[in-house]
């Protein structure tokens, strides 16, 4: 597993944690950014499952606008994912929710 693989997978979990512990409220929408060494990037499938689980229902829209993946799922939550060559890895993710949000931001040294 790639560093950058690793790093998802930590900003995954805590995410979801925060959002099962209630820290946002109901959430709304998500963004997420990734950029790191071409051939580290996720597919924005991967990107958006992250979506899949807050959300809990089915996607209904998807569309690609420039480098990112747009997407509305059937509760009327809405996200946005890119993934874009960088030097270095970068993560930046923001979740909006009806209690709250959550601004995580990662980068290797």
């Given amino acids: 597993m790639s560093g950058l693989a690793a790093l998802l997978g930590r900003l995954d979990a805590v995410v979801v944690a925060a959002v099962?512990?209630?820290?946002?409220?109901?959430?709304?929408?998500?963004?997420?950014?990734?950029g790191g060494l071409a051939g580290d990037l996720p597919e924005p499938a991967r990107l958006l499952a992250l979506g899949d689980r807050l959300f809990a229902c089915p996607r209904?829209?998807?569309a690609e606008s420039g480098s990112?993946?747009?997407?509305?799922?059937?509760g009327g939550q809405v996200a946005t994912v890119s993934a874009s060559p960088a030097p270095r890895t970068v993560v930046?993710?923001?979740?909006?929710?009806?209690?709250?949000a959550l601004h995580l931001c990662e980068r290797s040294p």
């Fill in 20 to 34: 099962t512990d209630g820290e946002v409220g109901v959430v709304r929408s998500l963004r997420l950014h990734v």
């Fill in 60 to 62: 209904v829209r998807e």
């Fill in 68 to 74: 990112a993946r747009l997407c509305v799922w059937e």
């Fill in 92 to 100: 930046v993710l923001t979740v909006l929710g009806s209690g709250g």
